[in-house]
């Protein structure tokens, strides 16, 4: 990512301007996590993971979690407004803070390491992908596949947009930049969709748009040599 792009989102935590923070735990991700069948301890990865009461949810389950924020300000008050006492001790260019069974790695996750990260089962990916620039998504996946074992499944949510006249089928199929972004590397499963239509609330005047919620579980490939 750009140093514009962090000191962007750095302002957009420092200033609170957080709408895109849900404020409970994300229901697709209850309903359709339990198929991944990980066994308890299994350890997963919360890219770009905020203040996510996923990752509490995730912790409920028995996994290890450990997420990356670039934000200071998001780590602290994932650990304050839940109550819990984290330990934090610096690692590499990372400040690590530690509860239990949560850790969050404060930095940019374009230097993260796999000796940073450890053992990786999976990766829950709530639209980090997606709230990123378009420019820079092909760079996500590239690092996030250095990152992980070679099996390693994503369990991936994403919103979006569906094109005006796109039709039914299109709109209910797997997302041709998500196909493109992952298919050499993932074989994808597009488990749920739920198409909605909803306002723009910066722009309540605007028609209502059709958003799909989409549900994919991406099972990597082992690398041929």
């Excluded at 934000?71 to 109550?83: D, G, Y």
């Excluded at 239990?100 to 990786?120: E, K, N, P, S």
């Amino acid at each position: 990512m750009s140093d514009r792009d962090n000191q962007l989102w750095l302002r957009l935590w420092r200033e609170r301007r957080t709408a895109f923070h849900q404020q409970a735990v994300n229901p697709l991700l209850s309903r359709f996590w339990p198929s991944l069948e990980l066994a308890q301890g299994s350890r997963v990865f919360v890219p770009l993971c905020g203040k996510s009461l996923d990752m509490l949810w995730l912790a409920k389950q028995g996994h290890e979690v450990i997420g990356v924020e670039l934000s200071p300000v998001a780590v602290k008050a994932f650990f304050r407004e839940n109550h819990l006492q984290p330990v934090k001790r610096r690692q590499g260019p990372f400040t690590l803070w530690q509860h239990g069974r949560l850790a969050i790695l404060c930095g940019d996750y374009f230097a993260l390491t796999r000796a940073d990260l450890g053992q990786i089962d999976s990766v829950y990916d709530r639209a980090a992908l997606t709230a990123l620039p378009q420019a820079i998504r092909t760079g996500y996946v590239a690092q996030l596949r250095l990152l992980l074992p070679s099996a390693s499944p994503v369990f991936l949510l994403t919103i979006e947009d569906a094109e005006e006249h796109a039709s039914l089928q299109q709109a209910l199929g797997v997302d041709p930049e998500l196909q493109a972004l992952y298919a050499a590397d993932f074989d994808i499963d597009l488990a749920h969709v739920e198409s909605l239509f909803e306002t723009d609330p910066h722009a309540p005047e605007q028609p209502a748009r059709r958003a799909e919620y989409k549900v994919y579980r991406l099972s990597g490939r082992t690398q041929e040599h």
